[in-house]
């Protein structure tokens, strides 16, 4: 009935989400609790385009929002597009080992200072524990015929250690998780211990050198640079709106043998789901095929604008925010190279893990700081690094990868843009690049 209210209106498209949400969290910092908090919410969105401009409302009552979003259209800034695509239809219930809905939250709390007592060992000043689940339950239907329904589980445990010696402090993070249940909790025990062993050997380590080095990455900090510093750019809205060094690149080479895909069907990862929300699909996606750009990741918008099928990355936070364009899990997938063969350089660094960066993916430029690092001389691991920064171009670093490791591995995360944030994952095997320029203090 709000659908053919909205048409009644004039709309030209429609679509309507309902989705309840619930989410618990648990912070704990020193083996005290900082934050716990439980709850659940749930609502309505209202998206129409009308003669060429979008209008979108969230809120409790259909009737309502459908007036407000006509309204909103009727004052929005015009343009030619035309909301072209495929209906789907169908039920998707997930299913995990230990539902956390029907996990007492005193219990999470417990074993969440359970999880931080086993990282305070000595040097570790802070050692913080993060626990996050929650379910989502949606409901999508648009006026082209979609209307499908799904329920996903999410739960995941990040860690992160701060030791401190003579003046030095280091950080180190771990953290696991995906589209799985409380079961999550049982593999997370060793992990802590992990993050505060590292930070530990960490203050030991040497500062990183600087200057252009042969480097070999690690599957985590692999993963975050074609997730930041390239996926950004192969964001459809990101091309369109020319913010991207990948827009008109189709079917041009963009990087050595590689093949980078984003795929949400890949079980029990964190950025997994059955149907995007706009009711899309989602399928898996190579986005270059042996180095060559075959995609951009559509929503309905961007793929009616470029004359394509969407490819299920319209993604919103919840329902009072819109879809827009957005990851999965997103990786480069595995090649066929040993670790050993990786590292056999003359002289080069390993750099590992990701602690924060930056990119521009309209100039295609990053800078990102590596957990730690080694220094490699002819194929041996000879000196721990701390420091390890590495800056360069996302086209000429894709370009200069001689060798993809087979051991690809996944991590969780959180990925932010225009105020959303979305659970993704991010991918890779080690990879060794020909050049790479380090910013070390030494």
């Known amino acids: 009935e709000a659908i053919s209210y909205a048409l009644d209106l004039g709309a030209q498209f429609v679509e309507i989400r309902h989705q309840k949400i619930s989410i618990t969290e648990v912070f704990v910092v020193n083996g005290v609790i900082r934050r716990l908090s439980s709850g659940d919410e749930s609502g309505y969105s209202v998206r129409v385009l009308l003669n060429g401009a979008w209008g979108f409302s969230s809120g409790p009552s259909l009737k309502e929002l459908v007036e407000s979003s006509i309204k909103l259209a009727k004052t929005c800034e015009k343009e030619e597009i035309e909301v072209h695509g495929k209906p789907y239809t169908g039920s998707y219930i997930h299913s995990v080992k230990i539902p956390p809905d029907q996990v007492p939250v005193d219990r999470k709390a417990r074993d969440a200072v359970d999880l931080c ?122 091309v369109l709106a020319g913010m991207s060094i990948l827009e008109g690149r189709i079917g041009q080479r963009v990087g050595n043998e590689i093949n980078i895909v984003d795929d949400p069907t890949l079980e029990g990862l964190y950025g997994s789901y059955k149907f995007d929300s706009e009711g899309s699909e989602g399928r898996r996606k ?60 003359r002289e080069g660094i390993y750099a590992i893990g990701s602690l924060y960066g930056y990119t521009e993916p309209a100039k295609g430029q990053f800078m990102f700081k590596a957990e730690e690092g080694w220094l490699v001389k002819n194929g041996e691991l000879v000196e721990r690094l701390r420091e390890v920064a590495l800056a360069g171009n996302t086209l000429e670093i894709l370009g200069n990868i001689e060798l993809v490791g087979k051991d690809l591995k996944f991590s969780p995360g959180n990925c932010g843009k225009q105020g959303q944030w979305v659970p993704v994952t991010t991918g890779s095997p080690h990879i060794r690049v020909r050049e790479v320029v380090f910013g070390g203090l030494r």
């Open 286 to 345: 190579v986005i270059v095929d042996k180095g060559i750009l075959k995609s951009f990741m559509h929503n309905l918008e961007t793929s009616s604008k470029m004359g394509v099928e969407s490819t299920g990355n319209g993604r919103a936070m919840n329902f009072r925010n819109p879809p827009i364009v957005r990851m999965s899990n997103t990786f480069i997938d595995k090649g066929d190279a040993e670790l050993d063969e990786i590292l056999n350089m």
């Open 117 to 238: 007592k086993r990282g305070m060992i000595e040097e570790v000043r802070n050692f913080n524990v993060s626990y996050l689940d929650g379910f989502l339950e949606e409901e999508v239907v648009n006026s082209i015929g979609t209307k499908v329904r799904q329920k996903i589980y999410r739960t995941r445990v990040s860690f992160s250690a701060y030791a401190h010696r003579a003046g030095v402090t280091e950080r180190a993070l771990e953290s696991t998780g995906g589209t799985i249940g409380y079961e999550a909790i049982e593999g997370s025990f060793d992990l802590a211990e992990t993050a505060a062993r590292r930070a530990v050997e960490l203050l030991s380590a040497k500062s990183a050198p600087a200057g252009k080095f042969q480097a070999v990455l690690d599957p985590k900090l692999a993963g975050v640079f074609v997730h930041e510093a390239f996926g950004h750019a192969a964001e459809a809205d990101e």
